[in-house]
């Protein structure tokens, strides 16, 4: 019985196991507590679609994980090779965790829950805070 429980246990976990997290991610969505507290009117709603399409400079956060538990974030723009604002980071995971850590002392300085990883998308939330969440599309 302990052998059919572990195995069903064993079949569920394969699928996030399958994902690695490695890779460039491009954030799409970031929401605080606040923001997911507050309900858009209609002339926000429309607001927003046509300030996207007027924009004449394109941005983009991007996070990058590697294969090393390293990683950076920073802000690209259009027809930039660099980022600006780059941040290093050290990384870990640990079940459905994703731990930020220290580089010299290796102290946990960020935990984010992992709601969802796929070949496509990641998303998280604060571990301290459920209603900070991040959805980001892998890029590369």
Not at 67 to 89: A, P, Y
Not at 102 to 111: A, L, V, Y
């Amino acid at each position: 019985m302990k052998n059919l429980l572990a195995l069903c246990l064993a079949l569920i976990s394969m699928p996030m196991l399958a994902q690695s997290i490695e890779g460039t991610w491009q954030l799409t969505d970031s929401k605080t507590c606040f923001q997911n507290e507050l309900k858009e009117s209609d002339t926000e709603k429309e607001l927003e679609g046509m300030m996207g399409s007027n924009s004449k400079s394109s941005v983009a956060k991007l996070i990058v994980f590697k294969k090393d538990g390293s990683g950076q974030e920073g802000i690209f723009s259009t027809g930039k090779k660099k980022g600006s604002d780059m941040n290093s980071f050290q990384y870990k995971l640990a079940g459905q965790e994703l731990l930020f850590t220290d580089k010299k002392s290796g102290m946990i300085t960020q935990r984010f829950v992992i709601d969802e990883l796929t070949d496509a998308s990641l998303k998280i939330h604060d571990a301290a805070k459920d209603c900070e969440t991040k959805a980001f599309v892998r890029t590369k």
